[in-house]
């Protein structure tokens, strides 16, 4: 299929080796474990199970407690977009990105258990949230709330809230104020892309996060084009709104999420040192809807990306790559921009008035079409599926009694999926009971877990078992030691994403074994100083285990690598004592 592309050179600016002998899986073979029981100590009841559907689409697995219609609809147009911007924007969806879990909340008030602590206000500014640590994420949406009560940072409210126990066709019955109107798809949208872009290193200024997903939240595709950049006329209104009107009680439809010409236009801009100083934890970044900052991070960035025929482009991703070295001031702002802050939002207030800008996409051949998503397939969701899933979104969102509930109670009635078993693993690991963490731990890497942290932690206390009983007075492990930590370590290496410490863990049983590495043993650390080159630790450990090996030629360029990247004096001193000791280069 042929495809012609459109201006979009901007957001383009913006990733196994040989067999280990002796290594076999991650669990001792023929080996039985037998797992721990939870008691319980109050007359309460096990909650009902909860009907929940199942599905997966590329990158994610999919929870949804709305109706199998609206989920299906719902994750269909996302699998458009999710290709769409896999066109237009190659390279960002990374192979070997985080597993992420995808909660659509449609009924029962679910989404607010979610919401972090701190977070939770009566007046929530948010539909949609991230939640992400580690290798693990997981986005959820609140797909049942129509219609939102907004207190914004500027004290605005509009008030209305969702009807209690309105479904995914609900609307709004309460009084008052007509309130802000949620679509959830442009929310999916949203969080998506911040998702993406909150995984690149080093991350990105909240503010152009921020600007990304509202341009994307817009963008606009068919069968046969991919429209990025395309800002709405401020002076339409919506259908919804159009129907009021012709009935007789204009001004009552609840506001709506639209793009910054329309939003921006009656409202009071905040200081460009305002504008770029909210972080990402910042209330303002954290509650979007109806927030003036959101909408004005918008304005800059399509101003800076798109904005005059795409002019400020380059002064734009100068400002951008700066910022990953420089901190933010009005002088480096006015020496890329050559503006001052007072200046630039003289000139984002005529860019809200008028906006003269120029559109980016692509478009599919003559008589040709975009390619199509894969069919959706979605059937009701297993007991332990449901737990893990919002189980380690709970933890996530820090509520860990929670998640523990989630996870215990399928576990209680018979559930023994193996990568359920790896989720209280990891659970129990977190809570400090490392017997009880490694029964759940050894029974799902038996079971053929998917999980690479279970795997990681299995390793720790395969390793710390070993060192508490080393195979010889100098305490080197054993060969059986070693391969006991090296088995789960490189079932955890095929697994994504990849993690620094698998490699760093690989170095440091190794360095312990009464056995001496090859170099195809030691082939897998190239393999992690490539994926993490700034990993100082890893990059000395590697070096230091060729050194041992008898490598010392493929250790040199280690250590001078450890040299360039090493961030403080004590690291680089490692380095050059290592290197010190080195015999002379022939």
Not at 152 to 180: C, H, I, Q, W
Not at 184 to 213: D, K, T
Not at 218 to 231: D, L, S
Not at 280 to 293: C, F, Q, V
Request: hydrophobic share 45%; charged share 25%.
């Amino acid at each position: 299929m042929k495809i012609r592309r459109f201006s979009f050179g901007a957001l383009l600016v913006m990733g196994c080796l040989g067999r280990t002998a002796g290594l076999g899986a991650a669990g001792p073979a023929g080996d039985i474990v037998e797992l721990p029981t939870y008691t319980v100590t109050d007359r309460r009841e096990l909650p009902a199970p909860e009907t929940w559907f199942y599905g997966r689409i590329a990158g994610f697995e999919v929870l949804s407690n709305a109706s199998e219609k609206a989920t299906k609809r719902l994750v269909g147009d996302f699998q458009r977009f999710y290709l769409a911007l896999s066109l237009v924007w190659p390279g960002v969806q990374q192979k070997n990105a985080v597993p992420t879990s995808l909660i659509l909340c449609g009924r029962g008030g679910k989404f607010d258990a979610f919401i972090p602590p701190g977070q939770q206000r009566p007046n929530r500014a948010m539909a949609s949230l991230t939640l992400r640590a580690g290798e693990q994420a997981a986005i959820v949406i609140d797909f049942q709330t129509k219609v939102l009560t907004l207190s914004t940072p500027e004290g605005v409210a509009a008030a209305a809230t969702t009807a209690a126990g309105a479904g995914e066709d609900g609307v709004s019955l309460g009084g008052g104020d007509p309130g802000f109107q949620v679509d959830a798809y442009r929310q999916l949208y949203r969080e998506y892309i911040r998702f993406l872009l909150g995984g690149v290193e080093p991350r990105g200024p909240a503010w152009f996060e921020e600007g990304v997903a509202q341009i994307f939240m817009a963008m606009e595709v068919t069968k046969t084009t991919i429209t990025v950049g395309k800002v709405e006329n401020p002076n339409t209104i919506s259908a919804e709104q159009s129907a009021l009107n012709d009935a007789g009680i204009s001004g009552t439809a609840p506001a709506e999420d639209r793009d910054f010409n329309a939003a921006l236009a009656k409202r009071r801009l905040l200081s460009m040192d305002q504008l770029l100083a909210v972080t990402h934890d910042a209330p303002e970044a954290r509650g979007t809807l109806g927030g003036t900052w959101a909408k004005q991070a918008y304005a800059f960035v399509h101003w800076g990306l798109y904005g005059d025929q795409g002019k400020h482009q380059k002064n734009f991703l100068t400002f951008l790559r700066r910022l990953d070295r420089e901190p933010v001031s009005e002088a480096l702002f006015k020496d890329c921009f050559k503006q001052s802050y007072r200046e630039m939002l003289l000139t984002i207030r005529g860019y809200v008035e008028f906006t003269n800008y120029r559109l980016a996409g692509i478009q599919a051949g003559k008589g040709e079409k975009l390619p199509e998503p894969p069919p959706f397939e979605l059937r009701e969701a297993t007991e332990a599926e449901a737990g893990r899933i919002t189980g380690d979104a709970l933890r996530l969102a820090g509520h860990v009694p929670a998640a523990r509930t989630a996870m215990t109670v399928p576990y209680i009635r018979g559930e023994r999926d193996p990568n359920l078993l790896a989720a209280i693993g990891l659970l129990e690991r977190a809570a400090g009971d490392d017997p009880r963490a490694r029964k759940f731990l050894e029974a799902a890497a038996q079971g053929k877990a998917v999980r690479p942290r279970a795997f990681l932690e299995l390793a720790r206390l395969r390793f710390a078992a070993a060192a508490a009983k080393p195979a010889e007075a100098r305490e080197r492990f054993s060969a059986e030691q070693t391969a006991a930590v090296l088995s789960a370590l490189f079932t955890a290496r095929t697994q994504p994403p990849p993690l620094p410490e698998i490699y760093e863990l690989i170095a440091a049983t190794w360095a312990r074994s009464i056995v001496t590495p090859t170099a195809e043993h030691l082939a897998v650390l190239d393999e992690g100083v490539r994926f993490f080159p700034r990993r100082t630790g890893l990059v000395y450990a590697t070096a230091e285990q060729k050194v041992r090996a008898g490598l010392v030629a493929e250790a040199r360029p280690l250590i001078d690598l450890g040299l360039r990247v090493a961030p403080d004096p004590a690291i680089r001193e490692k380095f050059e004592t290592l290197k010190a000791s080195l015999p002379a280069a022939k």
